[in-house]
């Protein structure tokens, strides 16, 4: 049974840095996309970063570039470091795994955690 579990998640000041970790069991995932999701108050969920299986390349929301950091060490474990965290980051972050692209959309995950929360105090 596949299992995506999110960890690294807390109540932080604005400024501050984040280390999500998302570790993923059931099967091997080296032909996978590995992302990051986000879903803020009353908002929908939406993509924040990805680490592709091809050539490991990186994408990310322009929200986010240059103060998110997507890693991936291993075929089914994946970090987001979150630096300069401000408080519209607050949100609940998901992790997913999926085979295709494009790597921003939501329905191309066929895998996903059950997320952490992420409180960004200003």
């Known amino acids: 049974q596949v299992q995506l579990v999110e960890s690294g998640g807390g109540l932080v000041q604005a400024g501050s840095s984040l280390r999500l970790s998302c570790v993923a069991s059931?099967?091997?995932?080296?032909?996978?996309?590995m992302a990051w999701f986000r879903q803020a108050p009353g908002k929908e969920r939406a993509f924040v970063a990805a680490?592709?299986?091809?050539?490991?390349?990186t994408h990310y929301d322009d929200s986010v570039k240059g103060r998110f950091t997507i890693s991936r060490d291993n075929a089914n474990t994946v970090y987001l470091q979150m630096n300069s965290l401000k408080p519209e980051d607050t949100a609940v972050y998901y992790c997913?795994?999926?085979?295709?692209?494009?790597?921003?959309?939501?329905?191309?995950?066929?895998?996903w955690g059950q997320g952490t929360q992420v409180t960004v105090s200003s």
């Open positions: 059931g099967r091997s995932f080296s032909n996978y996309n």
């Open positions: 680490s592709t299986w091809i050539s490991l390349s």
């Open positions: 997913a795994v999926g085979p295709t692209f494009p790597t921003v959309r939501e329905t191309n995950y066929n895998f």
